[in-house]
């Protein structure tokens, strides 16, 4: 561990941001005087060579991928893993396997909170591109723990909605196009590090939640109120957060969201339940059609009936999908 690591630059992407973080390190001088971590949206599936190798050969810098508990050294970047959440600790990384947040694993909020709690004040986090606003409670418990917020304008980025949640709902220290931001770190990077400050108990609970260490009722009721809604993920109670000006939501087995992600979530299961009754009716359509061929009389007119009430759900059903989809494209 480099004894003299004592500022930290935490960053948070997601759609649009491998451009932006290519045109970002590739402003990182060699003797760049912090350690560098990064979150990126990327499925499960994902490897995440790619990003390091074109994070490499855009900069000075040396990027690789963390692994858990490995010491970090000023000068360098740390890119989160494929389907774990990077959390840092004073001189460590932890790569954990906790429940998702805003339906991403990794996700930016818990690398933000972690860094809050570990080095306070000293933190300059960074949000660029991406859809929702993942990164904006994190970004929160980073202000609140008296750091730096810089966030990209949202002319610059090619999805603007986690630059303008951040600037809407904590302020910007500095918004500002990728191309200016390496000048500015360079800047606040230079000045003298403020005395530490006290870190709010709250923002310690979640960063503690993140790393696993606790999960259970009485933690997420310390957190905020019990709500009537269940969380997605899990089918478990959420507790709605009393910090922030966000709503945000936790279940007591880890998983939280913002109140905009908790819909995006909620729809994602809504449009996978009515595929599911669709195919149902449209076998239990198919059925008794089947089966009223083969009856006669008063039996064959009931199953003729049941046959066209399932033709009517289905129709109902596919209305339903389709206009889930058109809203989609208007969104779009």
Known sequence: ??????????????????????????????????????????????????????????????CVQAKHEQAFTRGCIYLAPSDHHMLIEQGRILVTKGARENRSRPAIDPLFRSAAVAYGNRVIGIILTGYLDDGTSGMAAIKRCGGICIAQDPNDAAYPDMPQSVIANVGADYCLPVAGMGAVLSEVLGREPPPKTEIPDDIKIEARIAQRVVSDVPTVEALGDQVPVSCPECGGSLWEM?????????CHTGHAFTALSLLAEQTDKIQETLW?????????????????KNQTGNASSSVARRAHDSQVHIERIRAMLQASDESLKDAG
């Open 1 to 62: 561990m480099d004894k003299e690591v004592n500022q930290v630059v935490v960053i948070g992407a997601s759609a649009g941001g491998k451009d932006a973080l290519k045109k970002l390190v590739a402003q990182f001088p060699p003797d760049f005087p912090a350690p560098v971590f990064i979150v990126r949206h990327i499925s499960a599936e994902a490897s995440g060579h790619t990003l390091v190798k074109d994070l490499n050969d855009s900069g000075s810098l040396a």
């Open 242 to 250: 009393a910090a922030g000006e966000v709503p945000r939501y936790r």
């Open 276 to 292: 599911v009754a669709l195919r149902l009716f449209e076998e239990r359509q198919h059925l008794l059609v089947r089966m009223s």
